[in-house]
């Protein structure tokens, strides 16, 4: 496994939401998730309901695409990441885990069913015009 550079762990650790793109049967779908990264697992864990639309789309098609983006004018401190990856249900002992972050990062949740996610990485691009205008930084698995 190629390790995942420092920049884009800061980035990663230093957002919370991320916007996932699925797709089942040609219809595309895109929503907004909250998450903690899982920095030993190279993955995003975010909580969504299986009834949701997104959701049932990535239960079908495990393959998506997100993009995790600091908001930003000035155009000298655009960052961001395109990412694809692949989602798996978290459980048994990881869920443990994760649950245990996800709540440390979002206490409100504490008192929910959680049905917890994992985005593992498999592409990532990263735009940093801190570093240059335009400055790329790709990391594959």
Not at 51 to 62: G, L, R, V
Not at 87 to 97: A, C, F, Q, R, Y
Not at 102 to 111: C, N, R
Request: include cysteine; hydrophobic fraction near 40%.
């Amino acid at each position: 496994m190629n390790k995942l550079p420092a920049q884009i762990i800061e980035f990663i650790s230093s957002q919370f939401v991320f916007s996932l793109a699925t797709s089942k049967n040609n219809h595309p779908y895109s929503a907004n998730c909250y998450y903690v990264p899982s920095l030993s697992n190279d993955e995003l864990i975010f909580a969504s309901d299986p009834k949701t639309n997104h959701a049932k789309q990535f239960i079908e098609n495990k393959y998506v695409s997100a993009t995790i983006s600091l908001c930003t004018d000035d155009v000298k401190k655009i960052k961001g990441l395109q990412i694809t990856g692949e989602i798996t249900l978290i459980e048994g002992d990881d869920l443990v885990n994760a649950k245990e972050i996800y709540i440390q990062k979002f206490p409100i949740a504490k008192d929910m069913e959680l049905n917890l996610w994992g985005l593992k990485y498999t592409f990532i691009k990263m735009t940093d015009n801190s570093k240059g205008f335009g400055k790329k930084l790709i990391w594959q698995q």
